[in-house]
């Protein structure tokens, strides 16, 4: 089983910055990609960046230039960097991770999710 432990979430004025961290543990043997997904109120949860195990990385429109993502594999840890945050981004952030025991087969396990907030 794999655990993953969001940190970071929280209140913060439209022009702020937050950075969210993501730690995975438990049997892990690789893991793919990792990434961060949002929900806010009455919408979808929507894809807002993730990043592959050779650091490739993929962001939705609406994040571009002010959201980065990274990772630290030896950590087996993602982060996302938020800059100039807008009201527009608040919603519940979800790490996202694809992980094998085994080498074989990935699994998909998320995070607990954690409030942002941007409000002033």
């Known amino acids: 089983q794999v655990q993953l432990v969001e940190s970071g979430g929280g209140l913060v004025q439209p022009g702020g910055s937050l950075r969210l961290s993501c730690a995975a543990s438990g049997s892990i043997f690789s893991i793919n990609a990792m990434g961060w997904y949002r929900q806010a109120p009455g919408k979808q949860r929507e894809l807002v960046a993730d990043i592959n195990s050779g650091g490739s990385t993929n962001y939705a429109d609406s994040v571009k230039g002010r959201f980065t993502i990274s990772r630290d594999n030896a950590k087996n840890t993602v982060y996302l960097q938020m800059n100039s945050l807008k009201p527009e981004d608040t919603a519940v952030y979800y790490c996202?991770?694809?992980?094998?025991?085994?080498?074989?087969?990935?699994?998909?396990?998320w995070g607990q999710g954690t409030q942002v907030t941007v409000s002033s």
């Open positions: 996202h991770t694809l992980v094998s025991s085994n080498g074989l087969i990935y699994y998909h396990y």
